[in-house]
């Protein structure tokens, strides 16, 4: 737990320091950011496994997002439409059906409805339960992304011939 609170406060300041160029520069450090405080203030409040369940999901699908990022006009087309369909089922299961179904809804039914989380601070439990949701939007806002950036790929003139050949003899004329 400390280690990602380390890692992703690190992250936070290094790219606000050395990555406000980037074109994702907003997104991103409100990424950094909500992560950041989602890890903080599940701890604070002792919600350890919602916090491990949110790391793990993260975790899983970013493990799918960067080998597409390492593979991607580098390697042969079947390998990339493996690789990218890999990532969006990930994304569909993990951060848009299972994140919100299995754990934001359990948050608010266990804290909000059922009353199981008596002694929380409830202004403390509000911000964990507005980041997690603001998370979420994020996720939707991302996944448009990936079929944005899938159908402009689709539809260019190129096509997904701007990869990099296996082989010399694919090059040639």
Known sequence: YIFKLSYHLYELVYTLIFQRSRSDFPEYMLHHLMTWSLIFF????????L???????????DLVVTLFKLTID????????????????SWVYFRLWFFPV????HLHWECYEDNICQNVNYSMLNMLFAFICGLFLLHLFWFFLMVQGLFRRVTSKTG???????????NKP
């Not at 916090?51 to 699908?61: E, F, K, N, W």
């Not at 580098?74 to 089922?89: E, R």
């Not at 299995?102 to 809804?105: C, L």
């Open 51 to 61: 916090g491990c369940i949110v790391m793990l999901i993260h975790d899983a699908t």
């Open 102 to 105: 299995h754990v934001i809804w």
């Open 160 to 170: 997904f011939k701007n990869s990099v050949s296996l082989t010399n003899s694919e």
């Open 74 to 89: 580098v390697t042969h087309i079947s390998i990339q439409f493996t690789i990218y369909s890999s990532m969006l089922v």
């Open 42 to 49: 599940s701890y604070s409040l002792n919600m350890l496994p």
